[in-house]
T-cell receptor
Framework: GDSVTQMEGPVTLSEEAFLTINCTYT??????LFWYVQYPGEGLQLLLK?????DKGSNKGFEATYRKETTSFHLEKGSVQVSDSAVYFC???????????????FGKGTLLTVNP | NAGVTQTPKFRILKIGQSMTLQCTQD?????MYWYRQDPGMGLKLIYY???????DKGEVPNGYNVSRSTTEDFPLRLELAAPSQTSVYFC?????????????FGPGTRLLVL
C-alpha cells in the first residue's frame, strides 16, 4: 500500500538558517504530494502541493519539488523565522482501482522549532 | 466564511461513556472526513462521506460511528469510550475526491479517556 516516510524530528534551528525536511514515498499509482503545516493548538493547513513529476510547489518561502525518479518531495526554506515553528506533515493522495481518491496518507510529522 | 469548525475543543471521558464530536463546514463541500492523530504519528482516516446520506469506513473505524444527514454536518459518535481512543480528532472537507484536491481541516478535538 501507499506510505510516506519523513525525517524524524525534532528539528531545532536558529533564525535565518536553511531548512530541509526530507520526505520519500511509495505509491501504487501516480500520486499527488502535499506538505501540510500544523501550528501550535491549530488544525492542519495546506502549505504547498505538487500534482505531477518535476512540479515545484511553493508558498511562504517554502518549496518542494516532486521527484519521481527518487520518489521524494523534500521541503526547503532558505531562511526560517521563529513564526515557522510548527509540525510539518508530508502526505500523498493516490488513485486506487476505483478511480477516485478518498484519503490522504500522512507521514508521522516533523516538529520544527526555530529559536531567535 | 468559517471553514471547518469542530466542537468541543477538549473533553475528558470515563471508560464506557459515550459522546458525539461535532463537525460543520460552510464551504458546501460534498466530501468530509474524520481523522485521528496519535502522538508522534500521522493522521489515520476513521470514516469519510461523499455526500449527505453516504458514509464509508476508513482505516481505523472500530469503536466509532458516523452519520451525514446534511451537507454541512458530519458528527462522529463514540459509543463506549476506551483508553485507546485517547487522541486528537480532526474533521476535514474537500470539494472533490480527485487526486490533488486540497482537504481543509478543522482545529481539532482533544479527547482524553480515563
Amino acid at each position: 500500500g501507499d506510505s510516506v516516510t519523513q525525517m524524524e524530528g525534532p528539528v531545532t534551528l536558529s533564525e535565518e538558517a536553511f531548512l530541509t525536511i526530507n520526505c520519500t514515498y511509495t505509491a501504487t499509482g501516480y500520486p499527488s504530494l502535499f506538505w501540510y503545516v500544523q501550528y501550535p493548538g491549530e488544525g492542519l493547513q495546506l502549505l504547498l502541493k505538487a500534482t505531477k513529476a518535476d512540479d515545484k510547489g511553493s508558498n511562504k518561502g517554502f518549496e518542494a519539488t516532486y521527484r519521481k525518479e527518487t520518489t521524494s518531495f523534500h521541503l526547503e526554506k532558505g531562511s526560517v523565522q521563529v513564526s515557522d515553528s510548527a509540525v510539518y506533515f508530508c502526505a500523498l493522495s493516490d488513485v486506487p482501482s476505483g478511480g477516485s481518491n478518498y484519503k490522504l496518507t500522512f507521514g508521522k510529522g516533523t516538529l520544527l522549532t526555530v529559536n531567535p | 466564511n468559517a471553514g471547518v469548525t469542530q466542537t468541543p475543543k477538549f473533553r475528558i471521558l470515563k471508560i464506557g461513556q459515550s459522546m458525539t464530536l461535532q463537525c460543520t463546514q460552510d464551504m458546501n463541500h460534498n466530501y468530509m472526513y474524520w481523522y485521528r492523530q496519535d502522538p508522534g504519528m500521522g493522521l489515520k482516516l476513521i470514516y469519510y462521506s461523499v455526500g449527505a446520506g453516504i458514509t464509508d469506513k476508513g482505516e481505523v473505524p472500530n469503536g466509532y460511528n458516523v452519520s451525514r444527514s446534511t451537507t454541512e454536518d458530519f458528527p462522529l459518535r463514540l459509543e463506549l469510550a476506551a483508553p485507546s481512543q485517547t487522541s486528537v480528532y480532526f474533521c476535514a472537507s474537500s470539494y472533490s475526491a480527485l487526486v490533488g484536491e486540497t482537504q481543509y481541516f478543522g482545529p481539532g478535538t482533544r479527547l482524553l479517556v480515563l
